[in-house]
T-cell receptor, first 113, second 111 residues
Framework: SAVISQKPSRDICQRGTSLTIQCQVD?????MFWYRQQPGQSLTLIAT?????????ESGFVIDKFPISRPNLTFSTLTVSNMSPEDSSIYLC??????????FGQGTRLTVV | GQNIDQPTEMTATEGAIVQINCTYQ??????LFWYQQHAGEAPTFLSY????GLEEKGRFSSFLSRSKGYSYLLLKELQMKDSASYLC????????????FGKGTKLSVIP
């Protein structure tokens, strides 16, 4: 199995500020995915991040709000910019094991006040 | 578009069998996944079906019918620790296995 270390695990932030979430994978992976899980809801894909290219964003998500970096095959960051209380959510990074099984980081529980 | 439906909540008794259904209408199909998510934790992989039929893995089995857009997760010999949300997800995208998740079924196992 593979492991993704995600940090921070939780944070409370002031509105208008930005938070960067980091994910480190213990093996090289081609694709990494960023999801959002709002309270009581299921996971929604924010974007797909390939190493060496710009991230591909899903409908409703834009790069200015959620810039993503993917500097190498084991690391990615997601920034939540200019936060508002509506951004309070759990953010999860994910990748694929064996090309099919998705495994997840532990999640970042973000509260914006 | 993508549409995945599963029941919101279910309750079952310890030691019993429960079946959680999932129906989907999606553009593109690279497989049907089931994940377990305990409260406050990240989802963990349970099963993957890409061909029709039943896949058995210990106490958990998953079934897929692609022509009907239907899957179920079968949990046998329920234990209290099986109380969790069960997420049905469809993989799509050109080999990228982007996952579209259903809203999840919250299963409560009672003594």
């Amino acid at each position: 199995s593979a492991v993704i270390s995600q940090k921070p695990s939780r944070d409370i932030c002031q509105r208008g500020t930005s938070l960067t979430i980091q994910c480190q994978v213990d093996s090289q992976v081609t694709m990494m995915f960023w999801y959002r899980q709002q309270p009581g809801q299921s996971l929604t894909l924010i974007a797909t991040a390939n190493q060496g290219s710009e991230a591909t964003y899903e409908s409703g998500f834009v790069i200015d709000k959620f810039p993503i970096s993917r500097p190498n095959l084991t690391f990615s960051t997601l920034t939540v910019s200019n936060m508002s209380p509506e951004d309070s959510s759990i953010y999860l990074c994910s990748s694929l094991l064996g090309g099919t099984e998705a495994f997840f980081g532990q999640g970042t529980r973000l509260t914006v006040v | 578009g993508q549409n995945i439906d599963q029941p919101t909540e279910m309750t079952a008794t310890e030691g019993a069998i429960v079946q959680i259904n999932c129906t989907y209408q999606t553009s593109g199909f690279n497989g049907l996944f089931w994940y377990q998510q305990h409260a406050g934790e990240a989802p963990t992989f349970l099963s993957y079906n890409v061909l029709d039929g039943l896949e058995e893995k210990g106490r958990f089995s998953s079934f897929l019918s692609r022509s009907k857009g239907y899957s179920y997760l079968l949990l046998k010999e329920l234990q209290m620790k099986d109380s969790a949300s069960y997420l049905c997800a469809v993989g799509s995208g050109a080999g990228s296995y982007q996952l579209t998740f259903g809203k999840g079924t919250k299963l409560s196992v009672i003594p």
